[in-house]
């Protein structure tokens, strides 16, 4: 995160260290190369927002991290599960600049070291009991977890199924980053509610600011894909060009160019043999028609709505200020 976002930055450093600590405890064990290949991504960084917001809604209702750290730990792996297998179904080189998963152990290993890490995040959350964690609040947050889990695939599944369809709507796409993204932000702000005993109103509201500023998450890196430094982003700039994606910007992009530079536009989606120039090509078409305004306007007022929920939420004043920030920085960050 970014040094002006002070209190969360703060935060973020003073929790960091052990939340890492935790988390690559559960990925040592034999064979050696299965579990090397799950702690691959989780030794590169990453910003670990979701286990961030899930410790920080935890405080704001009265629960110290040492207890909600198992949790913190199981929405971090099940995301990292994501990424190792939306790599493969990608085809991407590289994340958080290193190199992925499948391109140094291969995919058949990639695959497993997924499924490690999937099954590791329901053994963490489990661990919640250990921690002193009442068995129905351990319940509740299990079942939250493989709620994300089956939503985010159900997402997944549906951002695959729209790159070969060139009707895909702005409302289809908001439903798709609903559950590919915006949930995972959502389990992990209400799993953090549930197991710190916050009440029903609560978790709703909570629940619905992670949810919306999930949405603007996922809208921002739409725009970072197309614009930003390929280095400070840690992954490959351009490639939802490449792989056919259905971007707000290019379905937007496609709503608005006249027909010879829209027929143009779709016959550089998808096509994974095309040549740099053309990417960058396709990139001018789409920001020419005004689609990054309209994405960053977009994003903006899902951070707006997110806000108003947050100011309703019950978390006491400090963590107030940090999701706050974080609010902000979601829609502003650059990588």
């Given at each position: 995160m970014e040094s002006k976002n002070l209190k969360i930055m703060a935060y973020s450093r003073k929790i960091i260290d052990k939340l890492n600590a935790e988390l690559l405890s559960y990925v040592k064990g034999e064979p050696v190369d299965l579990y090397e290949a799950s702690a691959h991504l989780l030794k590169a960084g990453g910003k670990r927002l979701r286990p961030i917001l899930l410790l920080a809604v935890a405080k704001g209702y009265g629960l110290e991290e040492d207890k909600a750290l198992p949790a913190a730990v199981a929405i971090e792996l099940l995301h990292n599960f994501t990424l190792?297998?939306?790599?493969?179904?990608?085809?991407?080189?590289?994340?958080?600049?290193?190199?992925?998963?499948?391109s140094i152990w291969g995919e058949a290993l990639a695959i497993l070291a997924g499924d490690l890490l999937f099954s590791k995040s329901f053994e963490a959350i489990?661990?919640?009991?250990?921690?002193?964690?009442?068995?129905?609040?351990?319940?509740?947050?299990?079942?939250?977890?493989?709620?994300?889990?089956?939503?985010?695939?159900?997402?997944?599944?549906?951002?695959m199924d729209f790159e070969k369809r060139d009707d895909v709507s702005e409302e289809d796409y908001m439903l798709m980053i609903e559950k590919k993204t915006a949930a995972l932000f959502q389990a992990a702000a209400e799993i953090g509610a549930i197991i710190a005993g916050a009440s029903e109103e609560q978790i709703k509201h909570i629940g619905e600011y992670a949810r919306l500023a999930g949405k603007a998450f996922q809208i921002r890196d739409d725009i970072l894909g197309l614009k930003a430094d390929e280095k400070k982003l840690g992954k490959p700039v351009l490639s939802d060009i490449r792989e056919g994606k259905r971007t707000i910007l290019v379905i937007y992009a496609l709503s608005k160019l006249d027909?010879?530079?829209?027929?143009?536009?779709?016959?550089?989606?998808?096509?994974?043999?095309?040549p740099i120039?053309?990417?960058?090509?396709?990139?001018?078409?789409?920001?020419?028609?005004?689609?990054?305004?309209?994405?960053?306007?977009?994003?903006?007022?899902?951070?707006?709505?997110?806000?108003?929920?947050?100011?309703?939420?019950?978390?006491n004043d400090e963590v107030y200020e940090m999701l706050s920030e974080l609010a902000?920085?979601?829609?502003?960050?650059?990588?």
């Amino acid at each position: 995160m970014e040094s002006k976002n002070l209190k969360i930055m703060a935060y973020s450093r003073k929790i960091i260290d052990k939340l890492n600590a935790e988390l690559l405890s559960y990925v040592k064990g034999e064979p050696v190369d299965l579990y090397e290949a799950s702690a691959h991504l989780l030794k590169a960084g990453g910003k670990r927002l979701r286990p961030i917001l899930l410790l920080a809604v935890a405080k704001g209702y009265g629960l110290e991290e040492d207890k909600a750290l198992p949790a913190a730990v199981a929405i971090e792996l099940l995301h990292n599960f994501t990424l190792v297998h939306d790599d493969i179904m990608d085809r991407d080189a590289f994340r958080r600049n290193v190199p992925t998963v499948h391109s140094i152990w291969g995919e058949a290993l990639a695959i497993l070291a997924g499924d490690l890490l999937f099954s590791k995040s329901f053994e963490a959350i489990l661990d919640l009991e250990k921690k002193g964690i009442r068995h129905d609040l351990v319940v509740r947050a299990t079942r939250k977890l493989a709620w994300a889990s089956v939503t985010v695939a159900e997402g997944q599944a549906l951002d695959m199924d729209f790159e070969k369809r060139d009707d895909v709507s702005e409302e289809d796409y908001m439903l798709m980053i609903e559950k590919k993204t915006a949930a995972l932000f959502q389990a992990a702000a209400e799993i953090g509610a549930i197991i710190a005993g916050a009440s029903e109103e609560q978790i709703k509201h909570i629940g619905e600011y992670a949810r919306l500023a999930g949405k603007a998450f996922q809208i921002r890196d739409d725009i970072l894909g197309l614009k930003a430094d390929e280095k400070k982003l840690g992954k490959p700039v351009l490639s939802d060009i490449r792989e056919g994606k259905r971007t707000i910007l290019v379905i937007y992009a496609l709503s608005k160019l006249d027909a010879n530079k829209r027929r143009v536009l779709l016959s550089i989606l998808g096509d994974r043999t095309a040549p740099i120039e053309k990417l960058r090509y396709a990139a001018r078409l789409i920001e020419d028609s005004g689609a990054v305004q309209y994405a960053w306007i977009k994003a903006r007022k899902l951070i707006d709505e997110a806000l108003k929920h947050l100011e309703k939420s019950g978390v006491n004043d400090e963590v107030y200020e940090m999701l706050s920030e974080l609010a902000e920085y979601i829609v502003s960050r650059e990588k």
